[in-house]
C-alpha cells in the first residue's frame, strides 16, 4: 500500500507499508546474517539471544532490509503510481519493529507536466550562407598540404619560417638541471611561424638557429605546468636544434586538381567549383543547426516551469567534468580545479537548463506526433555519413549496425527527424548575421555561453 504526496510540480513524497508477513522474511535473514559474525563476552557463538543481536545490530539490518526488500518497494510503487523518479530516492523516514508492518517516507524528484506552446509560423531567424563565406584559397591551401612531401635539409643554413624543426631541451633551476620522470619526452616539434602549444619564448628563439647548435633560453613558468616544483618559477631551457626538416608543396594546378579523385573534377576551375558547391553545402548544414537551435530557446523561453534540482545538478556537473577533462589534458594531469571559475560553473549551469529544456520539448513533440526512426531514415543517415566520410556505404553500414551503441545512433537519428519536423512547421527568415541576442531574453550576461574550445583550456 503507498500514497504519493505532491509537494511541488518537480517533488513527490512516497509513503509506503510493508505488511508484516512480507517484512518477515527479510527481516529473519538480515538477523542470521549478523549473527554468523556476532562475537559477545559471556555468550557461545550462535547462542546469542536474538533480541541482543537485534537491539546491538540494529542499523546493520535496517540497511540490509533496506537493500534487499525496501529500495525496490519504492521504485515498483512509484511506477505503480504512473511515474518516474528522475534521480535515486531518498529515504526520509523508515520503521521497522519485529512483527509489524514496515512503514517508509522517500522523496524523489519527476520531469514537470507541461504544455507545449504554439510554434506553428513562429518567425525563427536564419544566417543566409552565400559563395562570399566560402574561402576557396584556404580550401586549396589544405588540398596542397596533403600532397605535400617533407625531407630533410640538405643544405646547412640557419631556420627560416615553415621550416619543421625538431628541438631537444634541458630545464635548469638555480643552474641545477630539473630532474625529470622517466617517461617525460624531452623533444618537440613544429612549424616555424605556425601556431604551436610550446612556450613562446621557445618558439622564438628557434629562427635563425643552425643544426646542432645549443642556445639557452630565460623563462618563468606558468602557474600551471607539468613541473609543479617549480610553478611560476624563473627557469632556464637548453635547447639544441637537432633536425631540420622542409616541406615541399605541388603547385596549385590541373595536375593536383586530377589527383584529388573527387568525382567531376578534371581541372582547376572544376575543382574551385567543387570547392564551392562542398563549402556552401556544409556551411548551409551549419546553418540550419545554428538556428534549430535558436527555434528550440524561442520556444523554451515561452515555458515557465520549475526543473528538476537533481537533474539540473547532474547535467550541471557533467559539463564541469568534462571541461576538467579537457585541462587534465591539456596540463598532463596536473590539479587543474583552481582554473574552473565560478563564472564557469555558473554558466555550466545555465547551458545544463538550458539543454534539459530542449531535450523536453524535443520528447513532447516527440509524443505528440508518433514519430519513429524508420529503416528508410537509417539508411539515409548512412549515406550522409559515408558521403561525409568518403568511405564505402557498405563499409559504414557494417559498422553502424555492428556497433554497440546502436540504440544511442537511432536515438541521434530520431532526434534529427523530430528537429526537421519542427523546423518544417516554423517561418524560415534569413538575416545577413545572425547574433541569438537579438532575439532572446534573457539578455548576454544571462545567456549559457558555449565551452571553451578544447585546444584552449584557458579560454575562461
Known amino acids: 500500500m503507498s500514497t504519493i504526496e505532491e509537494v511541488s510540480s518537480t517533488k513527490r513524497k512516497l509513503s509506503v507499508e510493508i505488511s508484516a508477513e512480507e517484512t518477515k522474511p527479510h527481516f529473519n535473514q538480515a538477523v542470521e546474517q549478523c549473527a554468523k559474525n556476532a562475537k559477545f563476552n559471556g555468550f557461545r557463538p550462535g547462542k546469542i539471544p536474538r533480541s541482543v543481536l537485534i537491539k546491538q545490530f540494529d542499523a546493520q539490518i535496517r540497511k540490509q532490509i533496506v537493500e534487499s526488500l525496501v529500495t525496490s518497494r519504492i521504485y515498483k510503487e512509484i511506477e505503480a503510481h504512473g511515474l518516474y523518479s528522475v534521480n535515486n530516492p531518498t529515504i526520509e523516514s523508515l520503521s521497522i519493529t519485529e512483527g509489524r508492518p514496515l512503514t517508509c517516507v522517500a522523496s524523489f524528484e519527476v520531469l514537470p507536466t507541461f504544455e507545449l506552446p504554439n510554434y506553428s509560423g513562429l518567425e525563427v531567424p536564419k544566417r543566409k550562407v552565400s559563395e562570399e563565406d566560402v574561402n576557396v584559397e584556404r580550401r586549396l591551401k589544405e588540398i596542397q598540404d596533403k600532397f605535400a612531401t617533407i625531407s630533410a635539409l640538405e643544405e646547412n643554413r640557419p631556420v627560416q619560417e615553415g621550416d619543421i624543426v625538431d628541438v631537444s631541451y634541458q630545464i635548469f633551476h638555480k643552474?641545477?638541471?630539473?630532474?625529470?620522470?622517466?617517461?617525460?619526452?624531452?623533444?618537440?616539434?613544429?612549424?616555424?611561424?605556425?601556431?604551436?602549444?610550446?612556450?613562446?619564448?621557445?618558439?622564438?628563439?628557434?629562427?635563425?638557429?643552425?643544426?646542432?647548435?645549443?642556445?639557452?633560453?630565460?623563462?618563468?613558468?606558468?602557474?600551471?605546468?607539468?613541473?609543479?616544483?617549480?610553478?611560476?618559477?624563473?627557469?632556464?631551457?637548453?635547447?639544441?636544434?637537432?633536425?631540420?626538416?622542409?616541406?615541399?608543396?605541388?603547385?596549385?594546378?590541373?595536375?593536383?586538381?586530377?589527383?584529388?579523385?573527387?568525382?567531376?573534377?578534371?581541372?582547376?576551375?572544376?575543382?574551385?567549383?567543387?570547392?564551392?558547391?562542398?563549402?556552401?553545402?556544409?556551411?548551409?548544414?551549419?546553418?540550419?543547426?545554428?538556428?534549430?537551435?535558436?527555434?528550440?530557446?524561442?520556444?523554451?523561453?515561452?515555458?515557465?516551469?520549475?526543473?528538476?534540482?537533481?537533474?539540473?545538478?547532474?547535467?550541471?556537473?557533467?559539463?564541469?567534468?568534462?571541461?576538467?577533462?579537457?585541462?587534465?589534458?591539456?596540463?598532463?594531469?596536473?590539479?587543474?580545479?583552481?582554473?574552473i571559475t565560478d563564472s564557469y560553473r555558473e554558466r555550466c549551469g545555465l547551458q545544463a537548463r538550458r539543454d534539459i529544456l530542449h531535450d523536453l520539448i524535443i520528447d513532447k513533440v516527440r509524443t505528440q506526433t508518433n514519430l519513429t526512426v524508420t529503416d528508410d531514415d537509417i539508411d539515409r543517415e548512412i549515406a550522409y555519413q559515408a558521403y561525409v566520410t568518403g568511405q564505402p556505404l557498405d563499409q559504414i553500414r557494417q559498422i553502424v549496425k555492428d556497433d554497440k551503441d546502436f540504440q544511442y545512433f537511432k536515438n541521434r537519428v530520431l532526434t534529427e527527424k523530430i528537429l526537421n519536423y519542427m523546423y518544417s512547421q516554423v517561418k524560415v527568415v534569413e538575416v545577413a548575421n545572425l547574433d541569438p541576442l537579438d532575439y532572446l531574453e534573457p539578455k548576454a550576461e544571462n545567456l549559457p555561453a558555449d565551452h571553451p574550445p578544447a585546444d584552449n583550456p584557458q579560454a575562461e
Not at 270 to 296: F, P, T, W
Open 175 to 339: 643552474r641545477k638541471p630539473v630532474v625529470l620522470k622517466k617517461e617525460e619526452i624531452t623533444i618537440f616539434s613544429f612549424v616555424v611561424g605556425e601556431f604551436s602549444e610550446y612556450y613562446q619564448e621557445l618558439q622564438d628563439a628557434i629562427p635563425g638557429m643552425l643544426r646542432g647548435e645549443v642556445k639557452e633560453v630565460d623563462l618563468t613558468m606558468p602557474l600551471t605546468t607539468n613541473y609543479p616544483k617549480i610553478s611560476g618559477q624563473p627557469v632556464t631551457f637548453q635547447i639544441k636544434l637537432n633536425n631540420i626538416r622542409v616541406k615541399e608543396v605541388p603547385p596549385i594546378d590541373d595536375e593536383l586538381a586530377q589527383s584529388t579523385g573527387y568525382p567531376n573534377v578534371t581541372d582547376l576551375a572544376s575543382l574551385r567549383s567543387h570547392i564551392v558547391q562542398q563549402e556552401i553545402a556544409g556551411l548551409e548544414k551549419e546553418s540550419v543547426q545554428n538556428s534549430r537551435l535558436l527555434m528550440l530557446d524561442l520556444i523554451a523561453q515561452q515555458l515557465d516551469i520549475e526543473l528538476p534540482e537533481s537533474l539540473l545538478s547532474y547535467e550541471t556537473s557533467l559539463l564541469i567534468d568534462n571541461y576538467r577533462n579537457k585541462l587534465l589534458s591539456y596540463y598532463n594531469n596536473q590539479p587543474v580545479d583552481q582554473l
